[in-house]
C-alpha cells in the first residue's frame, strides 16, 4: 500500500499490487491482467458542508463520488478521526448522506465529520465538515438603571451572544411590555421609552427566546429625577451604528435625542436620496430601510433640527444572502384537531422553519417553531375550523418571507352535548317535541340527523326516530293518555353521534295530555321585584315533588342554573342586566329521580331608574384584552370623561367559551378594579373566555360593556403519569408514559437524562430526545446488569415541566457466557480459517514452481547469481582459479549489485522485463521518454 497526494490536497491512498504478481495471478485463475489501472479518476460530486445544529433536529451531510471507469463506489464516513458504525441515530443512505435522527450534543454527535469513498483499490477523503450545537448565547450586555427627568427619553438595551439571533422582548415589573407610540422595541435588543412619565417608573428587564429555550437579563430600574430635561441642552443619548447586513433585510438606524419633541433629519453623505418607498422613520428618530439592496450602501447621518452641532453617521454594507421561501406548501386534515403541512425543503442548509397559523375569522395567530424537515403536524386545534398557514424558512442570517397562504379546514367531530328539548301538548294522545340548534363549538361540524329517544315511564327499551339534520321538531302520536313519558334527542355530524353520560343527556319527562300554563302546580310564579331583581315563588308542593331546577339566561348569553329544595317556596335572584330579555326554564324536579313538568318563562327587566339630575351611565368601552400568560388575560378599558368621576369601580367577569372536551365545568372568574385596567388569573391554559366589564356606582351597579373573547396561552407541560420500563434486550430499555389529558400545553420534545450515579454533575448525565408526539422510547448502549437513575420531563416552547425520577436495572449482556450453538460456531470458524491458510500455501507452491523453474545446470560448471562461474566442487563457495589451476574459495557476497541506467532494458512494446537489478520497469510504447513507476521488489517475490 502506497498513499500519494493529488494536486487539489486531497489524499488518495492506493493500493498498488505488483504488476508481475497480478499478471501470474491473472493467468492461473483465467482472469484478464489488463483491470491493472493506474490513473483512476475518483473524485467527489458533492462533499459534506459544516453547520450549525438545533437540539433534537434531523441533520443531513451529503457526500457523493463516481470514478472515471465506472467502478463501483462504496461510501463511508468517520468522525474526529475515527470510524462512524451507522445505527439507529445516525442512518446511511443510499446515496452516500449520512443522516443524524435527533441532533443532540451530549449525545457526541458534535464534531468533525468526513466523508470517505472507496472504488477498487483507491480511496478518496472529503474535506472536513464540523456540527456544532446552536444554543442560546447568555448576555454579553445587560440594561442599566438610569433616573430620567420628566418629559425626557430613556434608553434601555441587553445584547446577547450567540450563533443564531434569538427574539427579544421586554418586561415591566416582570409583565410583558406591549409596543406602543412611548414604547419602542427594536430587534437589536433595544428598548426606547418616550417622554417620560411617572408612570413608567418600575423594573425593566429582556427577555431572550429561540427554538424554545429563553433568559433573562437583569432587571434595571427608571427612577424619575427632579427638575425638567428641557433645562439641559439636547444630545444624542444613541447614535447610529455601522451596520452589516443581508440583501432583502430591513435595517435600523437609531438617532435619539435625550428630549422629546425634536425633530431629526436622516440624509446620505453621497448626496442621493433615500427610497421613500423603502423606508421610514419612526419613534423619535429611527430610520427603518426595508428590502435592502445593494444601491442602498453608504453612508447615512443624523443630526437634531435645528441644532446642526449634534449629528452622528454610520456606515451601511451588505452581504450574504436571505433563505428561500418554502415553496410546494401542502395541507392535509388529519382529523378534527389536527393538520399535517409538507412543502419543499429548501436545498441550502438552513436552521429550521417557523410554522404560523390561526383561525378564521378573526383567531389569534400562533407561532410553532420546527426544528426538523418536513412534514410537521400541528394539533389541539378546533374542530371544523378554517385556519390559515404559512411558514418561513430561517438560517444563519435570519427568516425568509412567508410562502404561500393556504387554508385548510380541520375535520368534522362528533357534538359535545345534546340538544335542549322541550315538550307541549298537541292532544290527550300525543306531544310536540322540539329542541335547540346546536352552537359551533357544541355541533363540530354539520348536523345530518337527530335521533330521538322516547318511552313511557316504565319501559326498559326506548323508542328510536330518526329526523334529517334540518328537521327541530317532531310530533309524538298514538301516545297513551294520562301516561308519563321520557324524551330525549342526540345529534349527529358526518363524524357520527356522540357517546354521553346519562348526566350529560338527561331525560324530560311529560304526562300525555298534560299542559304548560301552571297546570300541574298553579302557584308557581315570576316577579319582577326591579332593574336587576326578580322573585320566584312555588308552592305548596305536591307530595311527589322533590325541588326546583331553574334555568335562566339573557337570550344570547349563557344559561346559569340554581336548585330549590322542596321546603323552599321562593328565590330572589338578583345581579340582572336592566332593560334585558330573559328566559327562565323552571323544571319541577320529581322523588323518584326523574324530572317532571317543565315552564318555560320570558321576563323582561325594566330599564335602570335615575334621578333626573343623573347623566345616563354609559356601558365601559373595553379597549384590549391580551393574553399575558398562560393562567392571565390583561384587560384595559375607558368609560366617558363625565361618567367616571361617579364610578366607585368595576367588576371583570371572565366566562368560559365552553367546557372541557371530557365534560369538566369549567369556572367563572370575577376581578374586581378601581382603575380602568386588570389583570385576571387563575385561568385555564390554552382556553377560550368571554370577558365583560361592568361599572359601580354609590348606589348600585352600572350597565355591562360588550362581550369580547381571548384565548390564554399555552403553559408548560404538566408531569408525566404512568411512567414504566421493561428491558428490549440486556443493553436496551423502553420507557412509555402518558401525558395527562387536557394538560393545555403541547409538547415539542420528551428530554430524558440518565446516569449511573445520581449525585452525578449535570455535566455527567447522558441525554436522550424524543419527539414530542410519541409517548414511548427506546434507549440503547446501555451496560448489563448496571442500576441506572433515569430523570425525564416534557418541553415546550414556553419551557420544561416537572421532572419525573425512576430506577431502571439492566439485563446481562450477551458476552457474558454463550450458548452452546456460539462455542460450536467458533469451532467451525476456526477450522474453516486453517483450512483456507493451507490451501493457498500449496497455491503459492504450485505457482511458485511452475512460474519460476530451476535453471538448468551444467555438470561442470554453474554460475553463480552475479554472473560468476562456479566449478561444481565449489559447493557454493565462489572459485578465484589462479594461473596453474589452483583456486582460492570464498563465500559469495549476498547482496545483489544494481545495474546502472544503461544496463535498462527497453522493448519498446510496451511489456515487462523482470531485470537482474530486482526492479521491474513500465515503459510505454506510445512515448519512450515517459517512464511508469517502479514497483518495489518486496512485493513481486512469491
Known sequence: MHQRRRTDGRSVVGVCFTFVVAKYLAQATGFDSSFVDVDVDLKFTREPEGAKAVRGSRMVLDCSANSSNGSDVTISWRKDGEALTPDSRRLLLANGSLVIQQFAKQQGDEGIYECIASAGRYTLVSHPAELEEAVLGTFSGHPSSMGIPVGGNARFKCSID?????????????????????????????????????????TYSCHASIFGREADSHVAELSIESGTEAAAPVRLLSRPEDQEVRLGSTVTFECLPSINGYSVLWSRKDGAAIPRDRSRTFGCGNLEIQSVRLTDVANYSCRIANVSSV?????????????????????????????????????????????????LPGGRGRQEVVTRQPPQRITNLQP????????????????????????????????????????????????LIFWNELEPHEARGIIVQYKIFYRKQDA???????????????DLTDLEANERYSVRVLAATAAGFPRLQ??????????????????????????????TTVQIIWGPPKPNEDGLEICFKLFGGQPKTVYLVADQTEHILDGLVPDSDYEFEIRILLTDGNNGDLYVRTVRTPPLEMPPSQPPRLAPLILDAAAVNDT????????????????????VRCVPVSDRSDGEKLKEIFVNSTETSAVVTGLVPMTEYEIVVQSYYGNGPGPSSSAVTCHTEEGRPPALLHVTWFLQGPTAVQLNWRMPPNAGAGVSQYVILYCEDKFASDDRWEAHVENGSLCFTVINGLKGRTVYQIRMHAENKNGAGPVSVLKVLTGIP??????????????????????GCIVICIIIILLRNRCFPPPQRSPALAKHANGIATPPHCKGYVIGCRDGGRCDGHEPDGT?????????????????????????????????????RSVDRATAVV
Open 896 to 932: 545483489t549489485p544494481m545495474l546502472t541506467q544503461s544496463q535498462d532494458h527497453e522493448t519498446g512494446d510496451g511489456r515487462l522485463e523482470m531485470l537482474l537489478s530486482g526492479r521491474v520497469d513500465l515503459w510505454s510504447s506510445v512515448d519512450d521518454s515517459r517512464r511508469a
Open 814 to 835: 450477551h458476552d457474558e457466557g454463550g450458548s452452546s450453538n456460539d462455542r460450536l460456531m467458533g469451532i467451525v470458524i476456526g477450522v474453516g480459517i486453517s483450512g
Open 311 to 359: 449629528g452622528a453617521q454610520a456606515k451601511l454594507t451588505v452581504t450574504g444572502t436571505s433563505p428561500i421561501p418554502p415553496s410546494g406548501l401542502r395541507a392535509h386534515s388529519i382529523d378534527s384537531r389536527s393538520i399535517e403541512l409538507t412543502w419543499d425543503p429548501s436545498p441550502a442548509f438552513v436552521v429550521g422553519y417557523s410554522v404560523n397559523y390561526w383561525s
Open 502 to 531: 346519562d348526566d350529560q343527556w338527561p331525560w324530560v319527562s311529560r304526562i300525555v295530555g298534560e299542559s304548560t300554563d301552571g297546570e300541574g302546580n298553579a302557584n308557581l310564579e315570576i316577579h319582577v321585584l326591579n332593574a
Open 632 to 651: 392571565a388575560i390583561q384587560v384595559s378599558w375607558q368609560t366617558t370623561a363625565g361618567d367616571a368621576g361617579s364610578i366607585v369601580g368595576y367588576v
Open 162 to 202: 450567540g450563533i443564531l439571533k434569538p427574539n427579544i422582548t421586554w418586561r415591566k415589573n416582570g409583565v410583558s411590555l406591549s409596543p406602543s407610540e412611548r414604547s419602542i422595541q427594536l430587534s437589536s435588543g433595544v428598548l426606547q421609552l418616550l417622554n417620560v412619565a411617572s408612570s413608567d417608573i418600575g
Open 460 to 474: 326498559a327499551t326506548p323508542n328510536e326516530i330518526t329526523v334529517p339534520g334540518t328537521v327541530l321538531q317532531h
Open 384 to 431: 371544523f375550523t378554517n385556519y390559515t398557514f404559512f411558514v418561513k424558512t430561517y438560517n444563519r442570517w435570519g427568516d425568509s418571507e412567508p410562502s404561500q397562504y393556504i387554508v385548510q379546514a380541520t375535520l368534522e367531530d362528533v357534538p359535545v352535548v345534546a340538544p335542549t328539548v322541550h315538550i307541549d301538548p298537541l292532544t290527550a294522545t300525543s306531544l
